[in-house]
């Protein structure tokens, strides 16, 4: 009998839905007014999915944008 153990592939893409999950939107508008005036990043294959990489460099910009708190 054979064993068979699943190998877990890294998420390297996001499909616009868990896009939206992730930033808690509920319209695909506000991705597209992102990019427009954020510079949020650009979808990928036919604007279905988001590199995660991208996405990841992106949170981290907008982290170091933020002014302190007064």
């Known amino acids: 009998m054979s064993s068979y153990t ?3 592939q890294p998420v390297l893409f996001l499909t616009t839905s868990e896009v939206m999950t992730r930033y808690r939107i509920s ?3 506000t991705l597209w007014k992102w990019r427009r005036k954020m510079g949020f990043p650009q979808p990928i294959h ?3 999915f988001y590199n995660l990489a991208e ?3 992106w949170d981290e910009l907008q982290i170091s944008q933020q002014q302190p708190c007064l």
């Open 46 to 48: 036919n604007g279905r």
């Open 55 to 57: 996405l990841e460099k």
């Open 27 to 29: 319209s695909s508008a």
């Open 6 to 8: 699943a190998i877990r």
